[in-house]
């Protein structure tokens, strides 16, 4: 199916409900609500917002601002597993070029990009809080500190 005939199965609509139900303002589910609605595509397509915020009770409007806003909610078609490489100052100073440099050597796509295979999209993202370890990246939910040119061939080994 087209992302725009996209729509939630029942099993979905019931987990984000459920979601709904644990809070006292519906809105408050909003990230959660998000998550339920990439998981089987891997990124939010328009016409899931527009079915999510319905149940939310929000504007499409405001959920794309919250999901455009939160760093694990994807608006576009992504790899099986997004990188994040934090490019703010602290990690800029331990290396974080080298390091962008090896991945997109790696790799062999530039940032925003999605590899061929449709393994990896490499996304530069600001600053993740581990600023005394850099450089800093995500795969997916895990935190990887320290990342040099070396040792990036075996950390993507991992992910398949
Ligand atoms: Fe990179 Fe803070 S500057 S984690």
Known sequence: PKPQDFRLSETEREDILHEISQYP???AASIEALKIAQRRLGWVP???IAEVATLLG???AELDGVATFYNLIYRQPVGRHVITIC???ACYLTGY???RDALIETLGIQPGQTT???RFTLLP???LGACDHGPVLMIGEDTHLDVTPDTVPAMLEAYE
């Open 87 to 89: 490019d703010s100052v």
């Open 116 to 118: 061929a295979d449709g």
């Open 58 to 60: 929000v504007s499409t």
């Open 97 to 99: 070029e080298a390091t």
């Open 46 to 48: 328009d016409a899931a």
């Open 125 to 127: 993202i600001c600053c």
């Open 25 to 27: 303002e519906a809105r």
